[in-house]
C-alpha cells in the first residue's frame, strides 16, 4: 500500500519517521557498540553535508559505494538518499576485471569506498 501513494514512502522516509518518534532506541549493535535512531541520523546528516560541500554530489548523480559490511555503509547509503543520488552498491569482495566491470556498468560519478578498499582494481 505504501509503494502506491504518490509520491511513494521510501526507506528514508520510514527511517526519519523512527529517528523523529524514537531517537534513543537503538538501531544497530556492530560489535560491541550500539548506534541509536539519533546517532544514525545525526552521521548521516554529516556525511551528507561533507559529501554535498567536498565533492559536490547533487540529486541525480550516481555514486558508487565500495565499503565493507560496517555501520558507515548504513549512514553513507543514508546520505546518498537524503542528497537524492541513486547508488550503485559494489560488492567489497570484487577484484581484478570483475571489479572494474562493476565500476564501469555503474556509471558513477563518484566512487566511495575505504582505505582498506585500495588496490583492488588492478
Known amino acids: 500500500r505504501r509503494l502506491s501513494r504518490r509520491p511513494a514512502v521510501t526507506l528514508l522516509d520510514v527511517f ?23 546517532d544514525v541520523e545525526k552521521l548521516s546528516n554529516r556525511a551528507a553535508w561533507a559529501l554535498w560541500r567536498r565533492l559536490e554530489l547533487r540529486s541525480g548523480r550516481a555514486v558508487a559505494v565500495f ?25 567489497c569482495n570484487l577484484r581484478g576485471p570483475a571489479l572494474l566491470h562493476a565500476l564501469q556498468a555503474a556509471g558513477a560519478a563518484a566512487l566511495l569506498g575505504s582505505a582498506g578498499e585500495r588496490g583492488g582494481i588492478g
Open 16 to 38: 526519519q519517521q523512527h529517528a523523529r518518534l524514537r531517537p534513543r532506541r537503538p538501531l544497530l549493535l556492530f560489535q560491541s557498540e550500539v548506534y541509536t535512531f539519533e
Open 67 to 91: 565499503l565493507p559490511n560496517e555501520p558507515a555503509y548504513l549512514w553513507t547509503w543514508l546520505a546518498l538518499a537524503k542528497l537524492g543520488c541513486p547508488v550503485a552498491c559494489i560488492n
